[in-house]
T-cell receptor, first 114, second 111 residues
Framework: EAGVVQSPRYKIIEKKQPVAFWCNPISGHNTLYWYRQNLGQGPELLIRYENEEAVDDSQLPKDRFSAERLKGVDSTLKIQPAELGDSAVYLC????????????FGEGSRLTVL | QKEVEQNSGPLSVPEGAIASLNCTYSDRGSQSFFWYRQYSGKSPELIMSIYSNGDKEDGRFTAQLNKASQYVSLLIRDSQPSDSATYLCAVNPNRDDKIIFGKGTRLHILP
């Protein structure tokens, strides 16, 4: 069974440019998470989806970050415009359902903003 | 108080010894607890989950949970150089489906 798939793996952009990350969760996993991980830190939740509904986006910087999960499967996380401090690894993870099962991560998208 | 706390390390353990990793959490109603291993430049990989008080063993790994003390630990027996990584403790608070991670403990197994 395929795991969580993310792309791109690496992205280097200049500040003020836009960037987008894509995630395809494990088949049948209704809950999808986007985390951001800075060097030497644990993952920090940005947004959580139950199917197509964003149920927790309290940590998402809404002035520049947006996310969507159309049809409750794939998800896209966008940053526009990017700032130097956005350099991090963006991790997508999925879970079978609310409070159900274990959380599995994709390989992550490493963003460098110059 | 942070929701999930871990000693950042590094924790150095001789090869073949037992490595003990600790984690405390603040939400007393938390129900699900996870340990992830993360190699440098890689994403977190689930190695253990535990839901009830006591010990849970899987190969060389044992997770221990004490809800009264709000404490969860991971023991790695017969430590190998390949166990050198950062270990992340994660907690699912009772209030919602958010999974919160600690900062991780860097473990270094000395050959």
């Amino acid at each position: 069974e395929a795991g969580v798939v993310q792309s791109p793996r690496y992205k280097i952009i200049e500040k003020k440019q836009p960037v987008a990350f894509w995630c395809n969760p494990i088949s049948g996993h209704n809950t999808l998470y986007w985390y951001r991980q800075n060097l030497g830190q644990g993952p920090e939740l940005l947004i959580r989806y139950e199917n197509e509904e964003a149920v927790d986006d309290s940590q998402l910087p809404k002035d520049r970050f947006s996310a969507e999960r159309l049809k409750g499967v794939d998800s896209t996380l966008k940053i526009q415009p990017a700032e130097l401090g956005d350099s991090a690894v963006y991790l997508c993870a999925s879970r079978q359902g609310p409070n159900t099962g274990e959380l599995f991560f994709g390989e992550g998208s490493r963003l460098t903003v110059l | 108080q942070k929701e999930v706390e871990q000693n950042s390390g590094p924790l150095s353990v001789p090869e073949g010894a037992i490595a003990s990793l600790n984690c405390t959490y603040s939400d007393r109603g938390s129900q699900s607890f996870f340990w992830y291993r993360q190699y440098s430049g890689k994403s977190p990989e689930l190695i253990m989950s535990i839901y009830s008080n006591g010990d849970k063993e899987d190969g060389r790994f044992t997770a221990q949970l004490n809800k009264a003390s709000q404490y969860v630990s991971l023991l790695i027996r017969d430590s190998q150089p390949s166990d050198s990584a950062t270990y992340l403790c994660a907690v699912n608070p009772n209030r919602d489906d958010k999974i919160i991670f600690g900062k991780g403990t860097r473990l270094h197994i000395l050959p």
